[in-house]
């Protein structure tokens, strides 16, 4: 059973860099089949796709935040990350990492608040 | 983008009620429409992919149903634990998009 968990620092400042990594445990990021995913949910609110990544590194973003984001892929260590640049305060949100398997997301990580502030 | 909208956006039911969820896409997605259960302070939770199969685990009240824009969640006989938040989400065209969820209180 495909398990994922996010890490990551919780606090970032106004215009840095947010970086997050989702390590994957029961299954190979290298094994195929299923898309690498980024969804965020800012405080009481719903759910926002940031974007995919398959093993072979082909990338699939939100065109809302392309220009700020970069999602990559280390298979060796079976992660994949989150790169979120020039973040403000309404980037701060709950960020999951989540396996695409055909349309759906399932399996997903248990999710980490990341706070954007001074 | 394609915008999902479901309806409503809360409501109130017992234990025991039969429940319905819409959730409308703005044009045309098939069937590929997947609906989630979020609890507070959990990630969401698949219970429905593509319109109307069930997730393996996925209590038999749960069904979906629906094509092109329509689409429909029906929950049989409501149990305690099925007080949460539901979303819709299309994976018809990218960026996959979800509805504004729906909030089911004990009434």
């Known amino acids: 059973q495909v398990q994922l968990q996010e890490s990551g620092p919780g606090l970032v400042k106004p215009s840095q860099t947010l970086s997050l990594t989702c390590t994957v445990s029961?299954?190979?990021?290298?094994?195929?089949?299923?898309?690498w995913s980024w969804i965020r949910q800012h405080p009481g609110k719903g759910l926002e796709w940031i974007g995919y990544?398959?093993?072979?590194?082909?990338?699939y973003y939100n065109p809302s935040l392309k220009s700020r984001v970069t999602i990559s892929v280390d298979t060796s260590k079976n992660q994949f990350s989150l790169k979120l640049s020039s973040v403000t305060a309404a980037d701060t949100a709950v960020y999951y990492c989540?396996?695409?398997?055909?349309?759906?997301?399932?399996?997903w990580g248990q999710g980490t608040l990341v706070t954007v502030s001074s | 983008d394609i915008q999902m909208t479901q309806s409503p956006s809360s409501l109130s039911a017992s234990v025991g009620d039969r429940v319905t969820i819409t959730c409308r896409a703005s044009?045309?997605?098939?069937?590929?429409l997947n609906w989630y259960q979020q609890k507070p302070g959990k990630a969401p939770k698949l219970l429905i992919y593509?319109?109307?199969s069930l997730q393996s685990g996925v209590p038999s009240r749960f069904s979906g149903s629906g094509s092109g824009t329509d689409f429909t969640l029906t929950i049989s006989s409501l149990q305690p634990e099925d007080f949460a938040t539901y979303y819709c989400?299309?994976?018809?065209?990218?960026?996959?998009?979800f509805g504004q969820g729906t909030r089911l209180e004990i009434k």
């Open positions: 989540a396996t695409r398997n055909t349309g759906w997301f399932d399996p």
């Open positions: 029961g299954g190979s990021i290298s094994s195929g089949g299923y898309y």
């Open positions: 990544i398959y093993y072979s590194g082909s990338t």
């Open positions: 044009q045309s997605i098939s069937s590929y």
């Open positions: 593509a319109a109307s």
């Open positions: 989400q299309q994976s018809y065209s990218t960026p996959d998009t």
